[in-house]
């Protein structure tokens, strides 16, 4: 199974950061679809994810900001994070989990708020 993020690197202060996730390789029926991001310096940081049934469920500190969604004709799930700020500032990582929540991770991209 192959996970590969993608979208802009260089987001604004105020506006919103979109990202998506293209899944691709094997027949493994993937339950759990999440976002996690490491900021420079710092651990990494859980943001959501979305089950095959199409609940999401989101960090506190991020679910006024979070939206995740699935297109599973296309194999993509999409996170958008509104109103960011330089503190958004992250590498951003899609990870897909049969049992668990990360079995299958992107190998990342970066993402710079700034203006």
Do not use: M
């Amino acid at each position: 199974v192959r996970l590969q993020e993608s979208g802009p690197g260089l987001v604004k202060p105020s506006h919103t950061l979109s990202l998506t996730c293209t899944v691709s390789g094997g027949s493994i029926i993937i339950n759990y679809w999440s976002w996690i991001r490491q900021p420079p310096g710092k651990g990494l940081e859980w943001i959501g994810y979305i089950h095959r049934s199409g609940s999401a469920y989101y960090s506190p500190f991020l679910k006024s900001r979070t939206s995740i969604s699935r297109d599973t004709s296309n194999n993509q799930f999409s996170l958008q994070l509104n109103s960011v700020n330089p503190e958004d500032t992250a590498v951003y990582y899609c990870a897909g989990g049969t049992a668990s929540l990360f079995d299958y991770w992107g190998q990342g991209t970066q993402v710079t708020v700034s203006s």
